[in-house]
């Protein structure tokens, strides 16, 4: 039982680039949504979903897109990375209770 | 605009000290408030949470007051340790973010206990 994972641990992006950062639960949790960790600012919510097809906005959606096919995985694409973009992003898992789950981070430099 | 503010930014205490990390918050419909601890280079881990219809909970050297009537919950440690030394969350979640039920974290403390 690996919980929640997220690959990759590390990852530097130029200015532009497009990349997806990967999310896998197999605890079956129905909701995940996807944290960006900024120092002094907390955790900030960018996507969530409550089930497979179903995804909303958190706070800071801009410049991410997520989808959910499976209730296992939940990924999210930056589309044309910024330097704002540079930040520790943690996707969450939680079940039926509001005890939330959250995956090791990664953390992503963007040039 | 910070829902739940959260002071001090860093703390440093003694070995066997007690720690005391305080938030307030302005929504008065969250009805739950975890507390998270992060290690470095790790995810944020649920530590305690507690509802607003009780005014404190223990577990273990972990305690959470919680005033409602002033918005305020704060995170006690007793016999603080070097191993306590992480980054602490308070958070709240609003029932208005229906079932969802989405984290609003507050900006987080650096605890640093000294052996």
């Known amino acids: 039982n690996a919980g929640v994972t997220q690959t990759p641990k590390f990852q530097v992006l130029k200015t532009g680039q497009s990349m997806t950062l990967q999310c896998a639960q197999d605890?079956?949790?129905?909701?995940m949504s996807w944290y960006r960790q900024d120092p002094g600012m907390g955790l900030r919510l960018i996507h969530y979903?409550?089930?497979?097809?179903?995804?909303d906005q958190g706070e800071v959606p801009n410049g991410y897109n997520v989808s959910r096919s499976t209730t296992e995985d939940f990924p999210l694409r930056l589309l044309s990375a910024a330097p704002s973009q540079t930040s520790v992003y943690f996707c969450?898992?939680?079940?039926?209770?509001?005890?939330?789950?959250f995956g090791p981070g990664t953390r992503l430099t963007v040039t | 605009q910070q829902q739940v503010k959260q002071s001090p930014q860093s703390l440093i205490v003694q070995k066997g000290g007690i720690s005391i990390i305080n938030c307030a918050y302005e929504n008065t419909a969250f009805d739950y408030f975890p507390w998270y601890q992060q290690f470095p280079g790790k995810g944020p881990a649920l530590l305690i949470a507690i509802r607003p219809d009780v005014s404190e909970k223990k577990e273990g050297r972990f305690t959470i007051s919680f005033n409602k009537s002033a918005k305020q919950f704060s995170l006690h440690i007793m016999d603080s340790q070097p191993g306590d030394s992480a980054t602490y969350f308070c958070?709240?979640?609003?029932?208005?973010?229906?079932?969802?039920?989405?984290?609003?974290f507050g900006s987080g403390t650096q605890l640093t206990v000294l052996p």
């Open positions: 958070a709240a979640i609003s029932p208005s973010s229906g079932s969802a039920r989405q984290l609003t």
């Open positions: 969450a898992t939680r079940q039926r209770t509001d005890e939330q789950y």
């Open positions: 605890m079956n949790h129905e909701y």
């Open positions: 979903s409550v089930g497979a097809g179903i995804t």
